[in-house]
């Protein structure tokens, strides 16, 4: 099993990056996905996620209304569209993968899967 995260890079503040959350070994459609992010110093933070059907969301108060999450069970992906980056978003995303089907997971002990990370850096 493996989750691939990739889309990081170095953007501007106000600026937007498409992280993507590629699956093998799995059938992903039976997981929920979720991102989360840590950045140096501070504790791993849930971003958002999305349930196995796509068909409910969840956030962190912090990325409201900025970040969407979204997925294409066809192709094994999930993405996380960021807009309107802020420096305090600067951290190593990962996506991680739960066997949840009730209900949305925002803790990382809930999920199994975790991908290897990539890197979002946001200047001001």
């Known amino acids: 099993v493996q989750l691939q995260a990739s889309g990081g890079g170095l953007v501007q503040a106000g600026g937007s990056l498409r992280l993507s959350c590629a699956a093998s070994?799995?059938?992903?459609?039976?997981?929920?996905v979720g991102w989360f992010r840590q950045a140096p110093g501070k504790e791993r933070e849930f971003a958002a996620a999305?349930?196995?059907?796509?068909?409910?969301?969840a956030y962190g108060d912090s990325v409201k209304g900025r970040l969407t999450i979204s997925r294409d069970n066809a192709r094994k992906m999930v993405f996380l569209q960021m807009n309107s980056l802020k420096p305090e978003d600067t951290a190593v995303y990962y996506c991680?993968?739960?066997?949840?089907?009730?209900?949305?997971?925002?803790?990382?002990?809930?999920?199994?899967?975790w991908g290897q990370g990539t890197q979002v850096t946001v200047s001001s």
């Open positions: 991680a993968a739960s066997s949840s089907r009730t209900r949305i997971p925002s803790q990382g002990y809930e999920y199994y899967y």
């Open positions: 070994g799995l059938t992903l459609s039976d997981y929920t």
């Open positions: 999305v349930s196995w059907s796509g068909g409910t969301t």
